[in-house]
């Protein structure tokens, strides 16, 4: 079946009763339908499936896609302590782990079952789910992939809020009738826990079809993140052992993030909450258990009940762009500077008293905007500028804001050359950017703002085409670092602006 969301089409496909079964690992997992296992030759007899009936099982298997999320919270555990009982038959010789034939992975394989063994978690699931278990070769090219080409943040937000998604998110909003309820309790207005969902998954239809375990443990074999991964694992084991969900319905991301508003298995045990009223953690079937559970999550790391996220802020003529990302200032001292808001019929109760960071994710020719405390709340959920901005600005829309007085302007990608060049550049010229990786953050935006303050620029700390050429240049050449001067005055005609 093929479905269109937002302008990108979907293939799913609807999986079937089947008469044998593909993997020992699989074998007594869920099965709708009598079944013999490839491996042991054993037939098994179906299991109750958990959640709503086979049907509703069924389809939430069906929806096949890729997205990540990255946060864990400590926070609320939800309808009471988890049980480790098994709620599989106990198991037997042939549950011993079988060898993927990678002798790495089966090293880390073996190691981490007896240490988690020995540090009391269940025997039976644990053997049960690492047999047969093999490293996802997706998952390793996935976790080392580094585009040649960034996505600029101005075509990433006028593809992530357009008219067609912002009906959408009316739509589903409408739908949920415990959203009042979910945003009284926990402060987090419903356009943003909306938006969140979809960025997230599209309103649950793009959950990913990763096998969730052996995502998890190829990152922890590889090593990278072995920590992290098996401390993800160790929840994982616990999800399973307390019968809240099947291995089978553990899909996800190739990083490890579960259900329609991405949790990592460590965020739903200490995050995830029933939203419905039915004493169940539902994230992947419940709207109203996905949208209660990111609300707990945004709450448990921040969130300021009647502020604001962002707004869109108006530069007056001859404004130091090298405030841009710096000192928080409330929005009488921004006043003061000649910072106004574009919409000031918007602001909300708890704004005045608030500090905000003006952010310029396009330099000094796009908008500009106030960045609430709220705003960095919601990179704790995605740690990425043009993901929360994405995520206000479609909240925004659904709060019946105005659309932006300034544009986004057309960007021309950087390849990953040139940002590597740029950071050398940078490094060679004493600013230091940080580890020349070709990722533009933070400390790379501040290395170029003071380059840019030392040349006479307008600060905005704004990496283009021509400042990377500029950059090379200068440092091919072996022009001395320059000592930092006072920026030279730079105007903006933004509309409206005094």
């Not at 099965?31 to 179906?46: G, K, N, W």
């Amino acid at each position: 079946m093929t479905r269109v969301a937002d302008g990108v089409v979907f293939v799913m496909v609807r999986s079937a009763p089947f008469a044998r079964v593909s993997n020992h690992a699989s074998c007594r997992n869920g099965q709708v339908s009598p079944a013999t296992c490839r491996i042991c030759h054993r037939t098994y007899r179906p299991r109750p499936l958990p959640g709503r009936g086979r049907a509703s099982y069924l389809d939430r298997m069906d929806r096949r896609a890729f997205l990540i999320l990255t946060f864990a919270g400590a926070a609320d555990p939800g309808p009471g302590p988890l049980s480790l009982t098994e709620p599989s038959p106990p198991p037997t010789d042939t549950d011993t782990p079988v060898r993927s034939g990678d002798a790495a992975f089966d090293a880390w394989a073996a190691d981490y079952v007896t240490r988690s063994e020995q540090a009391g978690a269940p025997s039976a699931v644990l053997r049960r789910e690492f047999a047969g278990l093999t490293p996802d070769p997706r998952v390793l090219a996935l976790d080392g992939r580094q585009p040649e080409f960034s996505k600029p943040i101005s075509d990433y937000i006028k593809g992530a809020v357009t008219d067609a998604r912002t009906a959408s998110a009316r739509t589903h909003m409408a739908a949920v009738p415990q959203l009042p309820a979910i945003e009284t309790l926990y402060g987090v207005p419903a356009p943003v826990l909306v938006s969140v969902w979809a960025m997230e998954t599209g309103f649950g239809a793009v959950m990913g079809d990763f096998d969730v375990l052996r995502s998890l443990a190829t990152l922890a074999a590889e090593g990278r993140r072995r920590v992290w991964a098996e401390a993800q694992i160790t929840a994982l084991v616990k999800i399973i052992a307390s019968g809240e969900a099947a291995r089978a319905q553990l899909k996800g991301s190739w990083a490890g993030a579960m259900g329609q508003t991405q949790f990592e298995p460590e965020t739903f045990l200490t995050t995830a909450v029933d939203g419905d009223g039915d004493g169940r953690r539902d994230i992947w079937g419940s709207p109203a258990d996905a949208l209660a559970s990111a609300a707990n999550l945004l709450a448990k790391a921040g969130w300021a009940p009647g502020q604001s996220w962002q707004a869109e802020a108006i530069l007056p003529a001859g404004f130091d762009y090298g405030l841009a990302e710096g000192e928080r200032l409330t929005p009488a001292a921004w006043a003061a500077l000649g910072v106004r808001p574009a919409a000031p019929e918007m602001a909300r109760p708890g704004d005045a008293g608030a500090t905000a960071q003006l952010l310029l994710p396009t330099g000094a020719a796009g908008p500009a905007f106030f960045a609430f405390p709220n705003h960095f709340v919601i990179r704790k959920y995605n740690n990425s500028v043009a993901y929360a901005l994405a995520v206000g600005l479609l909240a925004d829309r659904l709060a019946g804001a105005p659309p932006l007085t300034r544009p986004w302007p057309a960007e021309i990608p950087l390849s990953l050359a040139d940002r590597i060049a740029a950071q050398e550049s940078l490094a060679k010229l004493g600013f230091d950017p940080g580890s020349a990786d070709g990722l533009i953050g933070s400390n790379t935006r501040m290395a170029l703002r003071a380059w840019q303050r030392a040349r006479g620029l307008p600060a905005d700390g704004y990496l283009s085409v021509d400042i990377v050429g500029r950059l090379v240049a200068e440092a091919t050449l072996g022009v001395a670092p320059a000592v930092p001067t006072a920026p030279a005055p730079a105007a903006q005609t933004t509309p409206g602006a005094p």
